[in-house]
């Protein structure tokens, strides 16, 4: 997994997604870098069980940033497009019951 130009390094199956946001950090989505290849597919999602992104993984990204200090360094575009994209990715009242949920955690432990 690419990090940065001519740098590699290793990442656990725990630390990787398949698809999901390419705004994510805690989580790499491999499917951005290997979704071609149909064989590496495979072997990703069979055979390492690499899962798509759940909520939970928008809410990781969203609390590692904040414990970070990134978020004063968002633009507000960037913001606003990772709440575009919860919105866009909620589409039932469970997905809302989650959202309502890790609010109401967030809110309580500070």
Known sequence: METSPNVLRW???SECIWN??????????????YGDEEHLANFFRIWLDIRDFELEDVFDELEHRQNLGQTAGWSNSEAANVYQFLENAVKNSAGWTV?????FIARNNH
């Open 11 to 13: 990442l656990a199956p």
């Open 20 to 33: 999901g946001p390419d705004f994510l950090t805690v989580k790499v989505p491999l499917g951005q870098h």
């Open 99 to 103: 959202v309502r949920y890790v609010c």
